[in-house]
């Protein structure tokens, strides 16, 4: 049976992720595990004030709204139970990711991309580069509704045919359209021809090359922003890979990383093979 893994907070960006969860889970029938990694609270002595909640207090509140969040669930029709972990987030869901083999991880970001959230990463960050199956990333900002205009921004330099395959699959379940969008920019070499790539996508799958897009702007993150947004997407895709150290020293730093700081849009990140 198809499983989703949502780890949640307790804040509006996990009721968010669950809304998300949802929108899937209807059309895939999957499974849903909501996973709390709960970070015991040590209160500060110095700065306690009477009839400040124990940690006993907090831990059953938690427990409380985590059976809360899948008695919501299985009422509206889901199927779907939830998990009580102790330890640092990003650990637990690496290990529920390798226990459970989820097909998708989907979380509520923190932050709303500003300045601090680009310098240090999020929980988010954490996950998609430690999981190894697709992460969907919802944004503070976004309400999601459906995921019927996606756009899948691509390099055209890397093998994404069975991403592509996946994604398409994916927008067939939920009755969607894509667009592939392809943003030249200085900063981001362009090092294979772009034409060999479209044509293979388009033959293997069947594609009119009307559905891509190749756009020019002053940087690859700044173009997939403003195009995702004229085309009124409601989900963004994008394939990432290791990259090497030349890489890491001369192209662009990873446009994946800086849109999951950084997009309004819900965000879908599969991993390329090597």
């Given at each position: 049976?198809?499983?989703?893994?949502?780890?949640?907070?307790?804040?509006?960006?996990?009721?968010?992720?669950?809304?998300?969860?949802?929108?899937?889970?209807?059309?895939t029938?999957?499974?849903?595990?909501?996973?709390?990694?709960?970070?015991?609270?040590?209160?500060?002595?110095?700065?306690?004030?009477?009839?400040?909640?124990?940690?006993?207090?907090?831990?059953?509140?938690?427990?409380?709204?985590?059976?809360?969040?899948?008695?919501?669930?299985?009422?509206a029709?889901?199927?779907?139970?939830?998990?009580?972990?102790?330890?640092?987030?990003?650990?637990?869901?690496?290990?529920?990711?390798?226990?459970?083999?989820?097909?998708?991880?989907i979380i509520?970001?923190?932050?709303?991309?500003?300045?601090?959230?680009?310098?240090?990463?999020?929980?988010?960050?954490?996950?998609?580069?430690?999981?190894?199956?697709?992460?969907?990333?919802?944004?503070p900002?976004?309400?999601?509704?459906?995921?019927?205009?996606?756009?899948?921004?691509?390099?055209?330099?890397?093998?994404?045919?069975?991403?592509?395959?996946?994604?398409?699959?994916?927008?067939?379940?939920?009755?969607?359209?894509?667009?592939?969008?392809?943003?030249?920019s200085?900063?981001?070499?362009?090092?294979?021809?772009?034409?060999?790539?479209?044509?293979?996508i388009?033959?293997?799958?069947?594609l009119?090359e009307?559905?891509?897009?190749?756009?020019?702007?002053?940087?690859v993150?700044?173009g997939?922003?403003?195009y995702?947004?004229?085309?009124?997407?409601?989900?963004?895709?994008?394939?990432?890979?290791s990259?090497?150290?030349?890489?890491?020293?001369?192209?662009?730093p990873?446009?994946?990383?800086?849109?999951?700081?950084?997009?309004?849009i819900?965000?879908?990140?599969y991993?390329?093979?090597?």
């Open positions: 049976m198809k499983s989703y893994l949502v780890p949640v907070d307790f804040s509006s960006n996990a009721q968010r992720a669950l809304s998300a969860a949802r929108i899937l889970a209807k059309t029938g999957a499974h849903l595990y909501v996973l709390h990694a709960h970070q015991p609270y040590i209160p500060d002595i110095a700065l306690g004030a009477p009839g400040m909640p124990l940690p006993e207090d907090f831990e059953e509140a938690f427990r409380n709204d985590l059976q809360q969040y899948v008695d919501d669930l299985t009422a029709g889901f199927s779907a139970e939830g998990i009580w972990e102790q330890g640092i987030v990003a650990d637990v869901v690496k290990g529920k990711i390798e226990a459970l083999k989820p097909e998708l991880v509520g970001r923190t932050g709303t991309g500003g300045f601090v959230d680009r310098l240090f990463g999020t929980a988010a960050s954490d996950i998609v580069k430690i999981s190894k199956v697709p992460v969907l990333v919802i944004p900002q976004a309400h999601p509704e459906n995921f019927r205009e996606i756009v899948y921004a691509t390099q055209l330099e890397h093998e994404e045919r069975h991403v592509i395959g996946k994604v398409l699959e994916l927008s067939r379940q939920l009755s969607g359209r894509i667009t592939f969008l392809k943003i030249n200085l900063t981001q070499p362009n090092i294979q021809e772009d034409n060999q790539f479209i044509h293979e388009t033959a293997e799958f069947g009119p009307s559905e891509f897009m190749i756009e020019d702007a002053g940087s993150i700044g997939i922003e403003q995702a947004k004229e085309l009124n997407a409601d989900l963004l895709v994008v394939a990432t890979r990259r090497g150290i030349l890489e890491q020293l001369f192209v662009d990873s446009v994946t990383a800086k849109l999951i700081v950084r997009t309004s819900p965000l879908l990140v991993h390329l093979e090597e």
